[in-house]
Structure formats: C-alpha cells, structure tokens
C-alpha cells in the first residue's frame, strides 16, 4: 500500500531532486483517474524556511518529523556533503530510523542516501547514490555494498537511487511496485519520461585517463591512448617502458590500479562513446578504429561496461550527422 509521503527536508536542499519526489507523489492527478497520495513536506521545524542550493530559493516545510511515523513512503532528496560528512540534525536521523523500524518504505534521490546510512538502514544491504560519491560512502558505510554504476537499488522497504534523473525512475518504480504499471505509465506519460528504465542500467560516467605519478608509465599511458587502433601486449609495453614485463606489470596495477589489458579496454570502450556520439561510422569500421579487431568484440566490451548496446547507446545520444 503506498498512501502517505513524508518527504524529510534538510537546509541547503536540492531543488531537481526534491522537485522530482514532488512531481511524481506531490501532485493531484485524480481528474485523470489516478489515486491522491496524503503528501506531506516535513522538516525539524515547520513553517521555518530551509535554504535551498539555488541561490534565491527557499522553501518551508509545513510539517514535523511526527508526520513520518504513520508514512508508508519516507522520500530524502539529496542535500550537500561537506568535507565528506553529512550534516544533519541527530532527530531527523532517528525520525528516519523510526520510520522505518515502524513499516515505512524509505526512498533515497543522489547524496539522500548518506541520511539513509546515518540512520542505519544501510547496512547488510546493496544500495547506491551518484557516481561522484559512492567511494565515500563505501567507505564510511562499510557494511553496505555499494553499487556504483545502477540507476537504482530495489531492496524492499529501501529503495536508492544515483543521481538526478535516476531518482525519477526509482520513483516510477515504487509505484509500479505498488499500485501496478498503468498508474506508473500514466504519471511518466504526464512527466513526459520514459516510462521504465531498468535499475541495473548503468550510469554513464566518464572515466578520464588515470593520472600517473611515473614518468615512463605517464608517457606510455599517452602514447597507449593516442595509438588505441594497435594491438598492444604487456611485453611490447613493458619495452616501450624500459622495464622487465614483470617490474611494468607491478607500476602499471600501483599507478593505475588496474592491468594494462583492463586498462586499454577501459580507453577503447570510452572512444567508442566519443565516436558513436558525434560520428556516423558504421560499427565495423568504429570497432577497428578503438582496438577491438570486430562488430562482435566492441559489442561484448561495450555492453559489459556501459550496460547497453552500441546501437541503443548511438539512439540516445549520438548527434545528427549531416
């Protein structure tokens, strides 16, 4: 059953985030014959404005953390973590922690998931939030397995989810979840939004070359990406490196913290992206141009690290080529 929203607030707000849990569960659509939800702004202290991250832009809370004790849906919008800590008021995390203990479904958009982890929801289970912070948050939730590349986790009464745009379909999926696929497809035809995206698809980050501290790896890790066409082995590299294949194999995993070979797909799979963007060459040719020999291997390599296909990837983003 998913009736009543509380939304937990805190100062210095994101707006997108918090605009998104408004979106789907704040507004009354029941002239288009879909179900109200009881939909409640909470914060520590109601009727005080918070800060939002948008200059200019404040927002007040009309009810109390008392509102989240009866909630079947507690929704945390992101808000900023400073010096890797989260700031938060110690009742607004044990109004969090209560909530859930008594029944209620706890939903996290972006850095939400850090009030989540404060509140102790997080541990034993797999849970996720932006790319940008999941290392932190690995690290000072240590017992929580953190995702780094879902849109969202789905671990019944916690659902997390990456950032921004992530948060719209964590959204559509408890409701899907709940009250069945034409209300969730109804509310995205509303939103205009793809109705379903699937939690496991990845985000799509862009992983930058490694800096590297050694200057015979820093100038072979250049000339490896500038040259990404060419068959490439530990021991032409390793050459190229004046050094033994074993002494090359031990810089390259300190610098970069990763193989040559994992590496260089790791390039080849970002060129691909770049290519695949802006240009219109045909698979074939965009394999052999990255590294990857064949159609079948690019395929392979992109589908494992990106999470979908070439060709769907080119659909989404690839720009018109005149």
């Not at 379909?169 to 035809?189: K, M, P, Q």
């Not at 194999?249 to 799979?269: C, D, I, N, S, Y």
Request: hydrophobic content about 45%; charged content about 25%.
């Amino acid at each position: 059953m998913l009736s009543k929203v509380a939304v937990v607030l805190n100062d210095n707000l994101a707006m997108f985030e918090f605009g998104v849990v408004c979106e789907v569960f704040g507004l009354d659509r029941t002239a288009q014959g879909l179900p109200a939800f009881d939909f409640r702004v909470c914060g520590l202290e109601p009727g005080k404005p918070l800060k939002s991250s948008t200059p200019g832009i404040h927002v007040t809370p009309d009810y109390g953390l008392e509102e989240l004790r009866d909630a079947d849906l507690v929704a945390i919008p992101a808000f900023p973590i400073r010096d890797g800590k989260v700031k938060v008021d110690p009742r607004v995390i044990d109004a969090v922690r209560d909530a859930a203990a008594a029944g209620a479904t706890v939903l996290t958009v972006c850095s939400g998931a850090f009030l989540a982890g404060a509140a102790g929801l997080l541990d034993g289970r797999k849970c996720t939030t932006h790319w940008s912070y999941v290392d932190l948050l690995a690290e000072q939730y240590p017992l929580a397995t953190v995702d780094p590349d879902v849109l969202f986790v789905d671990e019944g009464n916690l659902i997390t989810s990456a950032g921004t745009a992530a948060g719209i379909d964590a959204c559509l999926h408890l409701v899907r979840r709940e009250l069945g696929s034409s209300v969730a497809n109804a509310i995205a035809r509303r939103m205009v939004v793809p109705p379903q995206r699937d939690g496991g698809q990845r985000q799509f980050i862009e992983r930058p070359v490694v800096a590297c501290e050694t200057e015979g790896l820093s100038d072979t890790l250049h000339w490896m990406g500038e040259n990404l066409e060419l068959a490439h082995s530990v021991e032409s590299l390793a050459a190229r490196s004046a050094m033994s294949t074993r002494t090359f194999a031990r810089r390259f995993a300190a610098e970069t913290g990763t193989t040559p070979v994992k590496w260089l797909t790791g390039q080849r799979v970002l060129l691909a992206k770049q290519l695949l963007e802006d240009t219109d060459m045909d698979l074939e040719s965009l394999s052999h141009r990255c590294g990857f020999g064949s159609g079948a291997l690019l395929r392979h390599h992109f589908q494992r690290q990106v999470g979908i296909a070439p060709v769907e990837y080119r659909r989404r983003f690839g720009a018109r080529v005149s």
